[in-house]
């Protein structure tokens, strides 16, 4: 009789566990679908971002005061910034503290490059590591992280991925390597604008296609 109990309990285990393995993909299949589904905006990472070919800039002023301003700006102009447009969302929370504390611990020798460093460095496995060095403690639902690969001075272009992460188990659901031309005055508003456009990008066309990918 207590077999019998027992084989009960491990097959109800077991059934519960394949249930709760396609947890992720079917909320990332949820947030594609319906504009309720909150998103909550993580900011710009560039704990591995090179800056390339520019002369003029301080690494040390890049760690210490651009990075921050970077992502206060985006945050800050949201009119500008429409992350609720991009992502078709009803609701959009901001939290730059994760990004904040990591981009602040930057090592400043390795920030700036030269013409021979490629702009295309980063693989999936990059992405992932990198997401992998955050705790999200306490954050549920789906989080969008802009993980920064290169500022190019000399081709007036950034490279980055938008990557989707689950915040409760730290898995990136889905990333996707987007490149855009900077503009404006300052180091600050010259990068900035390549997540504008992105943004736009976004709103035009990658929705659509990450829509259509994810079922």
């Known amino acids: 009789m207590k077999r019998i109990f027992s084989l009960k309990w491990f097959f109800a285990l077991l059934l519960l ?3 709760a393995q396609p947890v992720s993909a079917q909320t990332l299949k949820e947030f594609f679908n ?27 002023d890049i760690r210490d005061r651009q990075f921050a301003a970077i992502n206060g700006v985006i945050v800050n102009e949201p009119k500008k910034y429409d992350f609720q447009k991009a992502f078709s969302k009803t609701t959009v929370t901001n939290d ?9 611990k930057v090592d400043a020798e390795k920030i700036m490059g030269s013409g021979d460093v490629k702009d295309d460095r980063f693989t ?13 403690s306490g954050k549920k639902g789906i989080g969008l992280m802009l993980i920064m690969e290169t500022m190019n001075k000399a ?17 990136v659901l889905l990333t996707d390597r987007m ?3 900077a503009a404006g005055f300052g180091f600050r508003n010259y990068w900035a604008k390549t ?8 709103a035009k066309s990658k929705y659509k296609e990450w829509k259509a ?3």
């Open 17 to 19: 566990l394949a249930v």
């Open 179 to 181: 490149t855009a031309k």
């Open 124 to 136: 999936k496995a990059t992405i992932e590591s990198i997401v992998k060095g955050y705790s999200f």
């Open 96 to 104: 730059l503290s994760f990004v904040n504390a990591k981009n602040a």
């Open 195 to 202: 997540v504008d456009v992105v943004l736009k990008d976004i």
């Open 213 to 215: 990918k994810a079922g």
């Open 34 to 60: 319906s504009s309720e589904v909150p998103l909550t905006y993580l900011g710009v990472d560039f704990t591995q971002a090179k800056v390339l070919n520019d002369a003029v800039t301080n690494a040390m």
């Open 155 to 171: 081709s007036v272009t950034a490279s980055m991925y938008v990557t989707f992460i689950d915040l409760a188990s730290g898995k």
